[in-house]
């Protein structure tokens, strides 16, 4: 079973050697079939990447995907795995009766599980959660999701967070499968828990970048007793866009007794600030600080 469903979905958990196959056909075959053995025409691989691959051609629901399958050419449906049939060996695609079925029966854990990207070896892992658009029914509210990223775009995994919680409770959980060592591993702000960082340091070897923000007063307060003035930057990025210029220059300051976030080693720890200034339609505006701890 996979990390979101009681149910056995997979045949076999996902290894690292089967993350790096860049077939997602040899992937999803550890996918359990929801559906009953009597009356299958399709697999389930075949007809998971028809829906991918509709959805790649800019099909935004299960009508539109079904109308991409029906009018799919028979090389298409052939490299999809659809299986000929009758005197003439035609192929025919899945319905859109039966796109609908299979997708809303699939676990989406296990699929997340399947088609993630490998993180060992990656510069940085970011951890980052968004409300899907219009997943909201009725009864249901929106589906949130939190998701792990490498360098790229490349999806790690990706978690639902369950209703009535926050990000917080599915970080430890979206990143224990993976071989973290040597990893840096960002999040934003809600995600600036000693025991997160305590997590990435001591169990996954891993180095983190997390956000100091006003919900944390007490540690805010210390990173900004520090003395950056002493501190200059010695690169500078501008960047211009959403009707404002930034210029961005990070300073780092080192030290051995700190404010509290666990490190590597005895060295202590390397808190840094990334010194931003914006100007608005061309008018200076105030100077803002967003502290960062970084493993040395």
Same mark, same amino acid.
């Given at each position: 079973?996979?990390?979101?469903?009681a149910?056995?979905?997979?045949?076999?958990?996902?290894s690292?050697q089967?993350? /790096?196959? =860049?077939?997602p056909?040899?992937?999803?075959?550890?996918?359990?079939?929801?559906?009953d053995?009597?009356?299958?025409?399709?697999?389930?691989?075949?007809?998971?990447?028809?829906?991918?691959?509709?959805?790649?051609a800019?099909?935004?629901?299960?009508l539109?995907?079904?109308?991409?399958?029906?009018?799919a050419?028979?090389d298409a449906?052939?490299?999809?795995?659809?299986? =000929?049939?009758g =005197?003439?060996? *035609?192929?025919r695609?899945?319905?859109?009766?039966?796109?609908?079925?299979?997708?809303?029966?699939v676990?989406?854990?296990?699929?997340?599980?399947? &088609?993630g990207?490998?993180?060992? +070896?990656?510069a940085?892992?970011?951890?980052d959660?968004?409300?899907a658009?219009?997943?909201?029914?009725?009864? /249901?509210p929106?589906?949130?999701?939190?998701?792990?990223?490498?360098?790229?775009?490349?999806t #790690?995994?990706? &978690?639902?967070?369950?209703?009535?919680?926050t990000?917080?409770?599915?970080?430890?959980?979206?990143?224990? =499968?993976?071989?973290?060592?040597?990893?840096? #591993?960002?999040?934003?702000?809600?995600?600036?828990?000693?025991?997160?960082?305590?997590?990435?340091? @001591?169990?996954?070897?891993?180095?983190?970048?997390?956000?100091?923000? +006003?919900?944390?007063p007490?540690?805010?307060?210390?990173?900004?007793?520090?003395?950056?003035? @002493? *501190?200059?930057?010695?690169?500078?990025?501008?960047?211009?866009?959403?009707?404002r210029?930034?210029?961005?220059?990070?300073?780092?300051?080192g030290?051995?007794s700190g404010?509290?976030?666990p490190?590597h080693?005895p060295?202590?720890?390397?808190?840094?600030?990334p010194h931003?200034?914006?100007?608005?339609? +061309?008018?200076?505006?105030?100077c803002?600080?967003?502290?960062?701890?970084?493993?040395?």
């Open positions: 079973m996979c990390r979101q469903s149910t056995v979905c997979l045949t076999k958990t996902p690292r089967h993350r /790096a196959v =860049p077939a056909a040899e992937r999803l075959c550890h996918l359990t079939d929801p559906r053995r009597r009356g299958r025409r399709h697999t389930l691989v075949s007809v998971l990447l028809t829906a991918a691959s509709a959805v790649l800019d099909a935004r629901s299960y539109a995907v079904g109308q991409w399958a029906r009018h050419p028979q449906l052939e490299r999809l795995g659809i299986r =000929p049939g =005197p003439f060996a *035609v192929r695609a899945p319905s859109a009766s039966t796109l609908r079925r299979v997708l809303t029966l676990c989406p854990g296990a699929l997340a599980d399947l &088609l990207s490998d993180p060992a +070896g990656a940085s892992v970011a951890v959660g968004k409300t658009r219009g997943s909201r029914t009725d009864t /249901a929106a589906a949130h999701l939190l998701s792990a990223v490498v360098p790229g775009g490349r #790690v995994s990706q &978690l639902r967070v369950p209703d009535k919680t990000e917080v409770t599915g970080f430890t959980r979206l990143l224990a =499968p993976f071989d973290l060592t040597g990893v840096v #591993v960002t999040a934003d702000a809600l995600h600036t828990h000693r025991e997160h960082a305590k997590w990435l340091v @001591e169990a996954k070897k891993a180095h983190y970048l997390l956000i100091v923000k +006003g919900n944390q007490g540690l805010a307060a210390a990173l900004r007793a520090l003395p950056w003035k @002493e *501190v200059t930057s010695r690169r500078y990025d501008r960047e211009a866009g959403h009707g210029r930034e210029t961005l220059g990070p300073h780092a300051y030290h051995r404010p509290g976030l490190t080693g060295g202590g720890e390397d808190p840094a600030a931003r200034h914006q100007d608005r339609h +061309g008018h200076p505006a105030d803002l600080r967003n502290h960062r701890h970084d493993g040395p």
